[in-house]
């Protein structure tokens, strides 16, 4: 009878047929590219998800069987790294290959994908793929373009109101995505292979994880939420078993940034560059082409590198201008991979952040410089600039590629912190420096900021607790703790949002008006004149309205609820025809965003022009 063979023995048997794998794939002799040429594609897209909190990465207590048994089939990658802490440009990078500066998705919400980058949709449906796209969360809704290629781009998510999208979280369930997905799965026929895209947005804050998750996880909410979208991936690969379809279909699970869930002082994401924001789990499993059980722990990846790995394994070449490298491949000495956050730039007037990982070091450029030991020190927690030879090294690589992006790798020329006196006075709170290579912006540095954001959430907080008759106090605390925050972060947009929603609960729509023109004034964006508009025309104030109706047009053309708010002003003015060709508008250019205020406005428009008939 056969001896069984122990787990050690088998783990170390799955290493040294990838260590096999690699070298062939390097070589070119029996390697992967071109292997899986007309297999199908599921991708899925696990938001917010920190790689240490699955238990293929280790975590005992975790509960995610689906991922398990998916990197046990295929390769996992133990240093796989987000470009960005931000959903939209990380998935930018992930279906471009391309880092932030070359792809131009800079922040949530910003600039859309610039048609000019070829996409992975849209390369492959150029070779008879059946393209399919099913995102869970308005910050990948098609109008930030990543919609290119997708026959099929499923972003039906529904804000509440028209102003909804300014800061509010529009997202749908896990097990609502699945269903879509599996819909049009069902509908597929043997003709073509298909690029399926399934995104997951549950484990973002706040962490509300659906019963049975909610009790099994009472006290470990996020690790709930990752749990319940495990189960529904199982449905999905459950979908391909039924079917048949496993053998022929390569799964690429990534991340696409993590969540730091207090460490470093950051609660949630997207204002800093440390590890539990930026370290995400990337897993790829293919029958008979890749490897069972294989783990890649001697180089660094980046999410980058998915579009150009997934293309060369279906024996498609890559764009010239891809910037991630093939996963398959031998290790690159010393390579380091691209890392940036602007939010705190744009949402805060804070500093951007630049770093570049490599396997055994982080380095991070900010007005005060950061340099640490990722074997040694995983979390982050000695700061060895200046006192590490690695220091200079990686502050020389990430300043030539800086300044080989020129101003793509910066802010907007328009929106640089110029004022002398604004710069002074921010110098004499006790921030100095400059993190950008032609030193015009930055004196706020992000990591010691952090606790400003905090305040703006606890204001949410309170805000959100206004009831009864502790309701007028507990708004007039968020006021207090909202304008501290604005004297020591003067740019701050994020505490300029939240001061004008607590003003409006405190009916006082003269200072809502004053926080909005603030904002504006530092850097305009649809969703904030929008909201202004609201306000103007609930107040009567129709030229003014539209005006700023008219630079949301400006900034951003297909913005449903520009066209909402115009509905709602010509229905005020029982202009009822206009009011109807505005809504019909409205649901033209941003169907998924407008659909439900924009229906009822229609409804009613139509209504009364037949009484009027």
């Known amino acids: 009878m056969a001896r069984p063979i122990h787990p050690a023995r088998l783990a170390g048997l799955a290493g040294a047929a990838l260590a096999l794998f690699l070298a062939a794939c390097s070589r070119g002799e029996g390697g992967a590219a071109g292997k899986a040429a007309g297999y199908n594609v599921l991708l899925v897209t696990l938001d917010t998800t920190r790689a240490d909190h699955l238990g293929c990465y280790g975590r005992a207590s975790a509960e995610t069987p689906a991922l398990d048994g998916l990197a046990a089939r295929g390769v996992l990658w133990e240093h796989a790294l987000s470009t960005a802490p931000l959903t939209t440009p990380a998935h930018a990078s992930l279906l471009t290959g391309l880092y932030p500066p070359a792809h131009g998705v800079r922040n949530n919400g910003?600039?859309?994908?610039?048609?000019?980058?070829?996409?992975?949709?849209?390369?492959?449906?150029?070779?008879?793929?059946?393209?399919?796209?099913?995102?869970?969360?308005?910050?990948?809704?098609?109008?930030?373009?990543?919609?290119?290629?997708?026959?099929?781009?499923?972003?039906?998510?529904?804000?509440?109101?028209?102003?909804?999208?300014?800061?509010?979280?529009?997202?749908?369930?896990?097990?609502?995505?699945?269903d879509a997905a599996l819909g049009w799965l069902g509908a597929q026929g043997p003709e073509r292979p298909f690029l399926l895209w399934v995104h997951y947005y549950d484990p973002h804050d706040p962490y509300q994880p659906p019963p049975p998750f909610d009790e099994r996880f009472r006290d470990r909410p996020y690790d709930g939420e990752i749990a319940y979208v495990d189960s529904q991936l199982a449905r999905l690969l459950s979908a391909l078993d039924a079917r048949g379809l496993t053998p022929r279909t390569l799964v690429a699970v990534a991340g696409d940034h993590g969540e730091s869930l207090g460490e470093h002082g950051e609660a949630a994401h997207a204002r800093l560059v440390y590890e539990g924001a930026m370290r995400v789990p990337l897993i790829l499993a293919c029958p008979g082409v890749l490897p069972a059980g294989g783990r890649v722990g001697d180089r660094v990846a980046s999410i980058a590198d998915l579009a150009p790995s997934v293309l060369k394994l279906l024996g498609v070449e890559p764009p010239e201008a891809c910037e991630g490298r093939s996963l398959f491949g031998p290790a690159e000495e010393g390579r380091a991979v691209y890392l940036e956050t602007l939010l705190p730039y744009y949402n805060h007037g804070w500093a951007p952040l630049y770093a570049l990982r490599t396997r055994e070091a982080k380095y991070i450029l900010a007005p005060r410089r950061e340099l640490y030991d990722i074997v040694n020190d995983p979390a982050e927690s000695v700061n060895l600039y200046g006192r590490d030879p690695r220091s200079q090294e990686l502050e020389r690589r990430l300043d030539e590629l800086l300044r080989r992006r020129g101003p793509d790798a910066l802010p907007q020329a328009e929106s640089r912190v110029r004022d002398p006196e604004e710069v002074s006075k921010l110098a004499a709170l006790g921030y100095s420096g400059s993190v950008s290579p032609d030193g015009s912006i930055g004196v706020l540095d992000p990591k010691d900021m952090i606790a400003s954001w905090q305040a703006v959430l606890e204001a949410k907080r309170l805000a959100g607790e206004a009831r009864g008759p502790t309701a007028a106090?507990?708004?007039?605390?968020?006021?207090?703790?909202?304008?501290?925050?604005?004297?020591?972060?003067?740019?701050?947009?994020?505490?300029?949002?939240?001061?004008?929603?607590?003003?409006?609960?405190?009916?006082?729509?003269?200072?809502?008006?004053?926080?909005?023109?603030?904002?504006?004034?530092?850097?305009?964006?649809?969703?904030?004149?929008?909201?202004?508009?609201?306000?103007?025309?609930?107040?009567?104030?129709?030229?003014?309205?539209?005006?700023?109706?008219?630079?949301?047009?400006?900034?951003?053309?297909?913005?449903?609820?520009?066209?909402?708010?115009?509905?709602?002003?010509?229905?005020?003015?029982?202009?009822?025809?206009?009011?109807?060709?505005?809504?019909?508008?409205?649901?033209?250019?941003?169907?998924?965003?407008?659909?439900?205020?924009?229906?009822?406005?229609?409804?009613?428009?139509?209504?009364?022009?037949?009484?009027?008939?």
């Open 110 to 178: 910003s600039a859309p994908l610039d048609a000019v980058h070829p996409t992975l949709a849209g390369l492959l449906r150029e070779r008879g793929y059946s393209t399919a796209a099913f995102v869970s969360a308005f910050v990948l809704e098609r109008r930030y373009g990543l919609d290119r290629g997708f026959e099929v781009y499923d972003d039906a998510i529904e804000p509440t109101t028209a102003a909804a999208a300014f800061g509010s979280r529009d997202s749908r369930s896990a097990r609502a995505v699945t």
């Open 473 to 613: 106090a507990k708004l007039d605390d968020a006021v207090r703790i909202l304008e501290g925050v604005l004297e020591r972060s003067p740019r701050d947009r994020s505490a300029l949002q939240q001061l004008a929603r607590v003003q409006i609960q405190r009916r006082r729509n003269d200072l809502a008006r004053e926080a909005l023109e603030r904002y504006i004034a530092i850097q305009p964006s649809a969703d904030a004149c929008v909201f202004l508009a609201q306000i103007l025309i609930a107040e009567g104030r129709t030229e003014e309205a539209e005006a700023r109706l008219a630079l949301a047009e400006e900034l951003e053309p297909r913005h449903g609820g520009i066209f909402i708010a115009r509905g709602e002003l010509f229905a005020r003015q029982r202009r009822w025809k206009e009011a109807e060709a505005a809504y019909e508008t409205a649901l033209e250019v941003d169907p998924a965003r407008a659909r439900g205020m924009a229906s009822a406005g229609l409804e009613e428009a139509r209504a009364r022009l037949a009484r009027e008939r």
